[in-house]
Nanobody, 124 residues
Framework: QVQLVESGGGLVQAGGSLKLSCAAS????????MGWFRQAPGKEREFVTA????????FYADSVKGRFTISRDNAKDTVYLQMNSLKPEDTAVYFC?????????????????WGQGTQVTVSS
C-alpha cells in the first residue's frame, strides 16, 4: 500500500500561483510513477501531469503545458506541482496519483493509489 497526502491548495486570483505537495508513505516511493489529476464539479477526473519514477521525464495535458511544472524529490518521498498563471478554469479538486507504469496511467480508473484531494479555487 502507498498512502498519499496532498497539501497546498487554496484560493488564488487569476494570474496567481500555487504550489501543491504530495507526501507518500508505505512503499518505496522511487518505484512509482507519480502525477496529478483534477476534478471540477460535474466533470470527470482528468489527467493533468505525470513524472517518471526517476524524475527524468515529465508529461503535461495541453491545457496546463507551459504553466504547470511537476517535480519530485525521492529523498523526501514527495512530488510537487508548481502552478503559475492560474486561470478560473483550473478550479478543481487536485488529486495526487501513483502507479507502477512507466509514466502514470492517463485513465483514472487504472490508477493504483490516490490521495484525498486538495481544493484549488481560482477567482476571476
Amino acid at each position: 500500500q502507498v498512502q498519499l497526502v496532498e497539501s497546498g491548495g487554496g484560493l488564488v486570483q487569476a494570474g496567481g500561483s500555487l504550489k501543491l505537495s504530495c507526501a507518500a508513505s508505505g512503499r518505496t516511493f522511487s518505484n512509482y510513477a507519480m502525477g496529478w489529476f483534477r476534478q471540477a464539479p460535474g466533470k470527470e477526473r482528468e489527467f493533468v501531469t505525470a513524472i517518471t519514477w526517476s524524475g527524468g521525464v515529465t508529461f503535461y495535458a495541453d491545457s496546463v503545458k507551459g504553466r504547470f511544472t511537476i517535480s519530485r524529490d525521492n529523498a523526501k518521498d514527495t512530488v510537487y506541482l508548481q502552478m503559475n498563471s492560474l486561470k478560473p478554469e483550473d478550479t478543481a479538486v487536485y488529486f495526487c496519483a501513483a502507479d507502477r507504469t512507466y509514466a502514470l496511467s492517463r485513465v483514472a480508473r487504472a490508477i493504483d493509489y490516490w490521495g484525498q484531494g486538495t481544493q484549488v479555487t481560482v477567482s476571476s
